[in-house]
């Protein structure tokens, strides 16, 4: 199908029924070949709640068939003649949630683009998976055995960096990673992290690795009390074992990031525990609405409600050398890719501590090209 000696083949969803646990192996068509494109041998891939989200056609409805997964990692084993970044056959790459972006090549301006913030692009914003290139080839993700897409969003590893550490990174990670550096995360900043799942667990590492004074976590239940100290929390909130904990901690944040996907969570609470000027920072993504915001907590403090996309390949960039600087490590379990199924019903039960990523086992690096 594809014009080369390798078959693209994944886990592929047709439709709301995969989400349960029902994808079925396939061939697919990657995209036109273009000579910036790049094809990956994938060694690796995190699962994501996005994947779930998709699957079920979650956040709208989904072009079936679909292969998910967007924290792909694996060795380039054809690179276009057009290639940027300097990459090469032979190296490591990682794609996230992203994989294209106008770039102010349609007849369009896009001043976002042209300032950088690609992964915020309005004219034609290309997801790694359920999207459409602009040359009209559609977006499979790295649930698979090679992944074809644009060179310019694919990110180097670096050599210190095992594959299944990164992948996680590339969603999860880089979705908590770049709020809390464009707010200001730093020495002095008093940091809530709402949920301590595989997005929580993130932030509660990068607010310790960037310099914060304190990092609270914040979850209904002290279970996962143990282990958001061990990854660098200084304080623990469980909402549903004291009733007095708004009364406790009002006020006692600089900056809170939020990555539960719930609509029943009690939000206007959680945004009493701001401080004069907080800011509330939104990047879990449920199905539905969040809760009705009353106005009087965002008056009377000051407070900043916003939110945040994934990141920019430069964002990617920048995470994993702060990830190797500060020592930062996912805590991860390793599944076979066969097992993709059980993998995202487990997920969805809420089993991983704190990511699963998805290993393709008969992977075998491609000699790097001199």
Not at 102 to 131: L, P, Q, S
Not at 139 to 166: C, D, L, N, W
Not at 232 to 240: D, K, L, P, R, S
Not at 327 to 345: D, G, L, R, T
């Amino acid at each position: 199908m594809s014009g080369t000696d390798y078959k693209f083949e994944g886990w592929l969803g047709f439709d709301k029924s995969s989400a349960h646990g029902n994808m079925q192996w396939g061939e697919f068509e990657p995209k036109p070949w273009e000579e910036t494109d790049i094809d990956i041998k994938i060694e690796c891939c995190g699962v994501c709640g996005s994947d779930i989200h998709t699957l079920r056609s979650g956040w709208g409805p989904t072009n079936y068939p679909c292969c998910v997964g967007h924290e792909v990692v694996g060795t380039v084993v054809r690179a276009g003649s057009k290639v940027e970044g300097g990459i090469k056959v032979g190296d490591r790459v990682g794609v996230g949630a992203q994989s294209d972006a106008c770039r102010n090549r349609t007849d369009k301006e896009c001043k976002i683009c042209a300032d950088g913030n690609y992964n915020y692009c309005r004219v034609h914003h290309v997801g790694t998976y359920n999207g459409v290139y602009m040359n009209g080839g559609k977006s499979y993700g790295g649930y698979a055995t090679y992944q074809r897409v644009p060179s310019f969003f694919a990110v180097k590893i670096p050599e210190s960096m095992p594959s299944s550490h990164a992948a996680p990174m590339l969603c999860a990670g880089v979705t908590t990673y770049a709020p809390l550096k464009f707010h200001g995360v730093g020495p002095g900043k008093r940091v809530g992290v709402i949920g301590l799942g595989g997005l929580g667990h993130f932030g509660v590492m990068w607010a310790k690795a960037l310099g914060a004074e304190e990092v609270v976590v914040i979850s209904r239940s002290s279970s996962k009390k143990a282990d958001a100290m061990a990854m660098g929390a200084t304080g623990f909130i469980a909402t549903g074992e004291d009733p007095e904990w708004l009364n406790k901690n009002r006020s006692t944040l600089d900056i809170i990031l939020c990555t539960v996907s719930s609509a029943d969570m009690p939000f206007n609470d959680y945004l009493c525990l701001l401080d004069l000027d907080g800011v509330f920072i939104q990047v879990g993504a449920p199905d539905d609405d969040l809760p009705r915001i009353k106005q009087m907590a965002l008056i009377f403090n000051r407070i900043k409600l916003t939110g945040s996309l994934i990141g920019s390949p430069d964002d990617i960039r920048e995470m994993f050398q702060l990830a190797v600087d500060k020592k930062v490590q996912p805590w991860i379990s390793e599944i076979p890719m066969k097992e993709a199924n059980k993998a995202i019903v487990d997920f969805e039960d809420g089993k991983p501590r704190y990511r699963f990523v998805l290993k393709n086992e008969d992977y075998t690096p491609v000699p790097a090209q001199a």
